[in-house]
Structure formats: C-alpha cells, structure tokens
C-alpha cells in the first residue's frame, strides 16, 4: 500500500557508514545510502556552510537519502567535510573557507570510483557546496555538476572559466527569493560560462524549506541524473 511522502519518510535502502582519510589525513565521515537493485547513478552531495549549520544531515540531503535510492534507483553519497558534526560524528580537522577542503572532494570522488565503483555520478553542491564543487570537482571520471542555490561566494571568474574548457554540463537551480544569488544575478555571473543552465524555481529559497521545493528539487536531481524527465510521485 502506498503512502503520502512526507518530511519524516524513510524507504528501503542498503545505508551504509564510512570513514574515508584524505591526502592530509583528514578522516570524513560519511554514509552511503544505496538502492536494493541495480543502481541508475549515483549523487554526491556537498553540504552548506558548516560555519552556518551546514553538514551531510542538510535537510535536502537527508530527503535525498531517504527516498532516492527506493523511488528512483539512485545512490546517495553524504559526507561531513573537516570539522563538520552531524548526527552520524565529526569529521576531523579544522574547517578552511573552502581551500583545504579540496582534499575533502578529491577523496570522496576517489572514493565513489575506486572503492564504490560507482557510475554515473553526478557532483552536487548545495550553498557552500556549490563553491566546492566549482573549485574541486575535476575528477573527469564525474558527469558533471547539481548546483543548488549557488551564492557564488568564494568562486572567482576565473574559476568559472576552468568550465568552458571541460564539455561537461552544469545545472543551477536558483531559488527565486535566494538571500544571496536570485536568477536574473545568477545568468549575469553565470555569463562566464554560457553552457550554465539556469533553472529559476518561483517561490522557492536558499534554504528549500517546505515540501514543495524539495519535491522540485528531488525531481530535477532524478531528471538530470537519468536523463528522463521526472516528477516524483507525491505518494509511494
């Protein structure tokens, strides 16, 4: 019998924790939520601002987790960068504005490959981890990059230039009351990298709260990943 999806539902998955240590020694914490069959493709998600709250447990990570890996057969790779706390412990190290964590990104990409084997996996940021995973995420064995609410606050021009020379598509989905980058900014900052595409979504913000927007969000992250145009069901 199905059942409406709700903030609090939970559905079958393999979850699996992990320690991963980085090239500086770094151990991160994380969890692998997997589907019980095959998987389509996988998502690695980069969390908010630790600095303001941000961390693997992020609302619209903790969703994807939860109901990804039964509804749409996509793998869900949660991690906690340096210094980070969530519910499943605290990554060591010390939190570094986006520069150290480098090696936060290039180990978990290592990881999704070597150790998980996984295919077509998609990087995606979300706030703090948008700037993570413009600066970070060149590993060319990825698909290409999920940006939520991008603030663009640490990522240079210049960095946005490295995306004109690798083929691989980028997606921002910009909430249309975002408190740092709303659309119509985003297409002038993005301009730098005229393969972007911008997704505007009304009525949302930074912080997706509400079903709603997760919804959106959800569906638009199973759309690109398998290359279908999906809307999830609101009942499972």
């Given at each position: 019998m199905s059942q409406t999806v709700r903030p609090s539902s939970?559905?079958?998955?393999?979850?699996?924790p992990f320690h991963l240590l980085t090239e500086d020694g770094v151990d991160l914490i994380g969890e692998v939520a997997a589907p019980l069959g095959a998987s389509k493709g996988a998502i690695l998600c980069l969390h908010p601002l630790p600095t303001a709250g941000g961390m693997m447990d992020s609302?619209?990570?903790?969703?994807?987790?939860?109901?990804?890996p039964a509804m749409a057969d996509i793998t869900v790779v949660r991690f906690n960068t340096r210094g980070t706390t969530s519910d499943a412990g605290t990554s060591t190290g010390n939190f570094d504005n986006g520069k150290s964590e480098r090696f936060d990104v290039e180990a978990m990409l290592r990881y999704c490959f070597d150790t998980l084997k996984l295919e077509n996996l998609w990087v995606t940021g979300w706030s703090f981890g948008t700037d993570l995973a413009l600066q970070h995420a060149k590993d060319p064995?990825?698909?290409?990059l999920i940006l939520l609410s991008p603030p663009l606050r640490t990522t240079t021009d210049e960095q946005l230039g490295y995306w004109n020379l690798d083929p691989r598509p980028i997606a921002a989905l910009v909430p249309e009351h975002d408190d740092y980058?709303?659309?119509?900014?985003?297409?002038?900052?993005?301009s730098v990298i005229p393969s972007v595409k911008i997704i505007a979504v009304d009525?949302?913000?930074h912080l997706w709260l509400g079903e709603p927007a997760v919804h959106r969000v959800l569906s638009e992250i199973v759309s690109i990943v398998t290359g279908v145009v999906t809307t999830l069901p609101l009942e499972f």
């Open positions: 939970v559905f079958d998955a393999t979850r699996t609302h619209l990570y903790k969703k994807a987790a939860n109901r990804l064995r990825h698909k290409g980058l709303q659309p119509a900014a985003a297409r002038e900052r993005f009525d949302a913000k």
